[in-house]
T-cell receptor
């Protein structure tokens, strides 16, 4: 069963504007971690941000923040002040603490930043 | 600072041929992973090694074998390649399986089976 859902195959944003990339997940575990990765056209996977299921504060890393709504099982990535270099594929991932700790990935969202 | 190094970067195989994808990390990580990436499906775990001397199946292990040669190296072998194994393969590592710091990925191997 699909555990990570990213409903936006592609998104466009104007340079310097903020953008939200959606991610919903499905788990019955109480302890889990949520991750976002960036994959530029060069192909490498770059870890961006982490949110633990017990963390009360939303995670932030520079221009990236994670809008964590536990009851809705959503973990949206917010990128503020978009830059041309933010154009890439973005993947949401989840690791359940009691399910062998396998990290499962969503299908990804391709973000294009327009000048 | 090499991080995770994968070789080769590109490979074309004929159906039935075998090959081994190599992966090495220099971060003293305990856990290593092999994923495949297919269009529209994100990354799927093939095999993982939680620590030196152990390996376990992931979500899509059929047609693959792995070897954790030592703490640094984790190889993926295709014994008899099939067109369905055409994909981009990523090796990754982490301090342990419960790390909050995400995984460090290699640059990927693009494999085409004809």
């Amino acid at each position: 069963a699909q555990k990570i859902t990213q409903t936006q195959p592609g998104m466009f944003v104007q340079e310097k504007e903020a953008v939200t990339l959606d991610c919903t997940y499905d788990t019955s575990d109480q302890s889990y971690g949520l991750f976002w990765y960036k994959q530029p056209s060069s192909g490498e996977m770059i870890f961006l941000i982490y949110q633990g299921s017990y963390d009360e504060q939303n995670a932030t890393e520079g221009r990236y923040s994670l809008n964590f709504q536990k009851a809705r099982k959503s973990a949206n990535l917010v990128i503020s002040a978009s830059q041309l270099g933010d154009s890439a594929m973005y993947f949401c991932a989840m690791r359940e603490a009691y399910n062998n700790n396998d990290m499962r990935f969503g299908a990804g969202t391709r973000l294009t930043v327009k000048p | 600072n090499a991080g995770v190094t994968q070789t080769p970067k590109f490979q074309v195989l004929k159906t039935g041929q075998s090959m081994t994808l190599q992966c090495a990390q220099d971060m003293n990580h305990n856990s290593m992973y092999w994923y495949r990436q297919d269009p529209g499906m994100g990354l799927r775990l093939i095999y993982y090694s939680a620590s030196e001397g152990t390996t376990d199946k992931g979500e899509v292990p059929n047609g693959y074998n792995v070897s954790r040669l030592n703490k640094r190296e984790f190889s993926l072998r295709l014994e008899s390649a099939a067109p369905s194994q055409t994909s981009v393969y990523f090796c990754a590592s982490s301090f342990d399986r419960a790390s909050n710091y995400g995984y460090t990925f290699g640059s990927g191997t693009r494999l085409t089976v004809v």
